[in-house]
T-cell receptor
Framework: DVKVTQSSRYLVKRTGEKVFLECVQD?????MFWYRQDPGLGLRLIYF???????EKGDIPEGYSVSREKKERFSLILESASTNQTSMYLC?????????????FGPGTRLTVT | GQNIDQPTEMTATEGAIVQINCTYQ??????LFWYQQHAGEAPTFLSY??LDGLEEKGRFSSFLSRSKGYSYLLLKELQMKDSASYLC??????????WGAGTKLIIKP
């Protein structure tokens, strides 16, 4: 059973704070993804990674960075949190790049920036 | 640009059948997914179509027409637990997943 876990379900941070969101998958997947989900907008890709120490920008990378030091762990970093980064953050993984595999999602972190 | 369109919200009655449509315009096509997402939870995989036609999986079926850029998800014998959002997503030519905004399905007794 594929399992993707995220470090927090709910998080409240202040404007300007540095925020770390952690994601771990236990199925030896190559690919990992960070999305944010806002009402009416669907899932938007922030960053993704196809291998350890590799990262690629998604559609909305501004204000975010990522780290993938180990295959199973993919971290999203908000360098200086702002109120417009209040959102649901979803991590996902799947086995390899050019495949028909679905993405498996973690439970999500609802981040509020005040 | 790349775009996926789905109705924002639909209402149906318990026990009935509902069809949720999805149209897409993407740069290339490498498959289409349907996911279910209950409020406050993560999306979970329902179905995958890469060839034209109907894929049936229990009460849920998904149809694809690549020439029309069109898919639908058909839910039969609706149950209250089917109240959720249904997300359509397409793999483009670079295997990047493009997501629709989702359709919120409300089931009434």
């Amino acid at each position: 059973d594929v399992k993707v876990t995220q470090s927090s379900r709910y998080l409240v941070k202040r404007t300007g704070e540095k925020v770390f969101l952690e994601c771990v998958q236990d199925m030896d997947h190559e690919n990992m993804f960070w999305y944010r989900q806002d009402p009416g907008l669907g899932l938007r890709l922030i960053y993704f990674s196809y291998d350890v120490k590799m990262k690629e920008k998604g559609d909305i990378p501004e204000g975010y960075s990522v780290s993938r030091e180990k295959k199973e762990r993919f971290s999203l970093i908000l360098e200086s949190a702002s109120t417009n980064q209040t959102s649901m953050y979803l991590c996902a993984s799947n086995p390899d790049r050019a495949s028909s595999y679905e993405q498996y999602f973690g439970p999500g972190t609802r981040l509020t920036v005040t | 640009g790349q775009n996926i369109d789905q109705p924002t919200e639909m209402t149906a009655t318990e026990g009935a059948i509902v069809q949720i449509n999805c149209t897409y315009q993407t740069s290339g096509f490498n498959g289409l997914f349907w996911y279910q997402q209950h409020a406050g939870e993560a999306p979970t995989f329902l179905s995958y179509n890469v060839l034209d036609g109907l894929e049936e999986k229990g009460r849920f079926s998904s149809f694809l027409s690549r020439s029309k850029g069109y898919s639908y998800l058909l839910l039969k014998e609706l149950q209250m637990k089917d109240s959720a959002s249904y997300l359509c997503a397409v793999y483009d030519s670079n295997y990047q997943l493009i997501w629709g905004a989702g359709t919120k399905l409300i089931i009434k007794p």
